[in-house]
Each structure stands twice: as C-alpha cells, then as structure tokens.
C-alpha cells in the first residue's frame, strides 16, 4: 500500500480552510506593518530502519493494543514521508545572534552555535492534520519550547523565515490516535543550538518513527 493514501485529507475543504485561516492572520495583524504571514512548510522523511516497533516475538506484542502492535499510528515499517504546512505570524518575533552568551543553572555559560528565531504564533494550515489513526489540531501546538536565555516560543529556527528557508527548527504538536498520544516533533533543542531530529511517536514510550533527515520551505502570503 501506498503510504501517502493512509495520510488522510481534512473532512472540510482543505482551500476552504486555508482561506479562512489565512484572513484571520492577516486580520490579526494588521496593526503591524513589519508583520508577515508565512507559510512554512515541513517535510519529514526516514526509511524503514527509523521505525521502532514491537516485534511479534516480543512478550509485551498485544495487536489489540495500539502502544505495542508492531505498526506506528496503524503504519506498517516502511520508508515514507510526509509534509505538513504551518502558518506563522511573525509579528513580535524573538531575535538572538550567533555567538551570544547565557547562563544556564548546572550549565554554566554558553554561546549559541546559530542565530536563533523565535515565533509565538503558529497554526497548522488547514487546522487539523493527519498522519494514519493520528490527528492533530492547532490547540495541540506547543507555545513554550524554551530558546535561549529560557525564552518561549512555538517555533525555533536557524534564519528569518521572510528571508530564507531555514535549515534547522524547532517544533512539537500533541494529537490524538485510538486512545493514544500522537507526539510529532522535529528539532530538540540543546543550550546552543538546534538538532536535526524528526520524530513520530506514540507517546510515551510507544512506537515510533524516528530519522534525523527533513526538508523547510518558507512562502509569504499576501493578502
């Protein structure tokens, strides 16, 4: 089977919801001149050695629970991807330079390997996304990643996303999948920097998809 067929469209019209969501930035934001609405766009990939199932011999295999079925959100092992498109609100972005210090307790100091941006508004494109049994919806988006200096934001990047396509970031959604947590994360952060990793999880401690490769592309939208 083809693994795109079980990625599963919103039951409203996708355009429709996209216009919607759009206007509603935009409303939101017209008192900001600097302030652009970007749609940045993630895609995750990883081949069939980056799930981590239970295997059948296993003592803890139970195909009537979906934490140990040996499938991932009701996915069988197999190299695949998948994209998701975010909305983000720029207004109020946070800004700190490569090579800026802190102090962190247990750490000491620290400098950052990369420039680091932060943005505090973002909203999945069509308001509901869906990956196999998972569903997540913008509420599930988390707003208090912690950046440098332990500052909070939904999403963290390595550039200025009105500018260019960033290559590292920083996000983390919590959805639904037959009575499980479905964690989608992409990015952990460190002190100084922010990694590569791409994560499908069946939190907590549940099956998983795992890989350290994923692609950005950011688009302004205009009104």
Same mark, same amino acid.
């Not at 079980?6 to 919801?17: E, G, M, N, Q, V």
């Not at 490569?98 to 941006?117: E, I, R």
């Given at each position: 089977?083809?693994?795109?067929?079980?990625?599963?469209p919103?039951k409203r019209?996708?355009?429709?919801?996209?216009?919607?969501?759009?206007?509603?930035?935009?409303?939101f934001?017209?008192h #900001?001149?600097?302030?652009?609405?970007?749609?940045?766009s993630i895609?995750?990939y990883? #081949?069939?050695g %980056?799930i981590?199932?239970?295997d059948?011999?296993? =003592?803890?295999?139970?195909?009537a629970?979906?934490k140990? %079925?040996?499938k991932?959100?009701g996915?069988s092992?197999?190299?695949g &991807?998948l994209?998701l498109?975010?909305?983000? &609100?720029?207004?109020?972005?946070?800004?700190f330079?490569?090579?800026?210090?802190?102090?962190a &307790?247990g750490?000491?100091?620290?400098?950052l390997k990369?420039?680091?941006?932060?943005? =505090?508004?973002v909203?999945l494109?069509?308001?509901v996304? #869906?990956?196999?049994?998972?569903v997540?919806?913008? %509420?599930g988006?988390?707003?208090g990643?912690?950046g440098p200096?332990?500052?909070?934001a939904?999403?963290w990047?390595?550039?200025?996303?009105?500018?260019?396509?960033?290559?590292?970031?920083?996000?983390?959604?919590?959805?639904?999948a037959?009575?499980?947590?479905a964690d989608?994360?992409v990015?952990s952060r460190?002190?100084?920097?922010?990694?590569?990793q791409?994560?499908?999880w069946e939190?907590?401690?549940?099956?998983?998809?795992?890989?350290?490769?994923?692609t950005?592309?950011s688009?302004?939208?205009?009104?």
């Amino acid at each position: 089977m083809n693994i795109k067929s079980l990625i599963r469209p919103s039951k409203r019209s996708a355009r429709f919801a996209r216009l919607v969501l759009i206007l509603i930035f935009i409303l939101f934001t017209e008192h #900001s001149a600097k302030a652009e609405i970007v749609e940045l766009s993630i895609t995750g990939y990883w #081949s069939a050695g %980056d799930i981590k199932i239970t295997d059948i011999t296993d =003592k803890s295999y139970d195909p009537a629970n979906p934490k140990f %079925d040996g499938k991932v959100f009701g996915i069988s092992p197999a190299a695949g &991807n998948l994209n998701l498109q975010l909305l983000v &609100n720029t207004d109020g972005s946070i800004f700190f330079p490569k090579g800026s210090q802190f102090t962190a &307790n247990g750490v000491g100091t620290y400098s950052l390997k990369h420039d680091f941006y932060g943005y =505090k508004e973002v909203g999945l494109v069509d308001g509901v996304y #869906s990956f196999g049994s998972a569903v997540w919806r913008s %509420d599930g988006i988390l707003a208090g990643l912690k950046g440098p200096d332990s500052v909070k934001a939904a999403l963290w990047t390595d550039v200025d996303i009105t500018k260019q396509d960033p290559t590292r970031l920083s996000f983390r959604m919590f959805g639904k999948a037959d009575g499980l947590t479905a964690d989608l994360f992409v990015g952990s952060r460190t002190y100084g920097s922010i990694g590569r990793q791409f994560l499908l999880w069946e939190y907590y401690k549940g099956e998983e998809i795992r890989s350290i490769k994923y692609t950005t592309k950011s688009k302004i939208l205009r009104p």
